[in-house]
């Protein structure tokens, strides 16, 4: 028997099987039966987009360290949509955010927030962080790099370490559980787009739902 690829498919397949008798008996018709075939994947991912070519409605926007909200369509072209918002090339931690959005984001239990990313390849940043305020605070972030911004306590929900920084000169998409932010549960109306050094762009923000 061959099996059936679900992926080729889309998961699921009717396939007809015959059933043969173990004698030929000549002007008999073989048994035959339909069988509806499919497997037991869970149900892919449900995306949320929270920010893409603008900040959530009622929003108001402010920057820290000489950066700016500066939205741009190239160098690098956006991940999706038509913009991308870009930090400024600066030294040390600089940084744009908003804040009580109106157009809230609800996090749910096992819910996955996400960005994506471009760091600038001849700028470097040496730390990226992202921060998520709920309405009360701001103590919900992870980064990814070196541990310069001195901003909560590492290996906590305030500053949770997240690895490596991604690859540089293409988009890359960040993801932090919910959990490890403190976060599920939560209605969030802010959000920070925090850099150390260099500079980098960011695109299409929001979470992941099972």
């Not at 889309?10 to 039966?33: H, K």
């Not at 290996?155 to 370490?161: D, E, H, I, L």
Request: aromatic share 12%.
């Amino acid at each position: 028997m061959r099996p059936i690829d679900d992926d080729r498919f889309g998961g699921t397949r009717t396939v007809t099987l015959r059933i043969a008798t173990m004698f030929y008996i000549p002007d008999y018709p073989n048994d035959t039966a339909t069988v509806f075939i499919k497997d037991n994947d869970p149900p892919p991912p449900t995306e949320t987009v929270w920010v893409d070519d603008t900040v959530p409605a009622g929003a108001w926007t402010g920057a820290d360290g000489g950066d700016s909200w500066n939205w741009v369509s190239e160098s690098p072209p956006p991940f999706i949509g038509t913009v991308a918002h870009q930090s400024a090339r600066a030294p040390g931690i600089h940084c744009h955010y908003f804040a009580e959005a109106t157009e809230t984001l609800m996090v749910n239990p096992g819910d996955t927030l996400f960005t994506y990313v471009y760091l600038d390849s001849a700028n470097p940043p040496r730390e990226v962080m992202l921060e998520w305020f709920d309405g009360t605070s701001w103590a919900h972030a992870a980064y990814w790099g070196e541990n310069l911004i001195p901003w909560g306590t590492d290996g906590t929900a305030s500053q949770r370490p997240m690895g490596a920084l991604p690859t540089a000169g293409q988009w890359v998409r960040l993801e932090v559980p919910a959990s490890a932010v403190a976060l599920e549960g939560s209605t969030l109306s802010g959000m920070n787009f925090v850099v150390y050094g260099g500079q980098a762009t960011w695109d299409f923000s929001g979470k992941t739902s099972q």
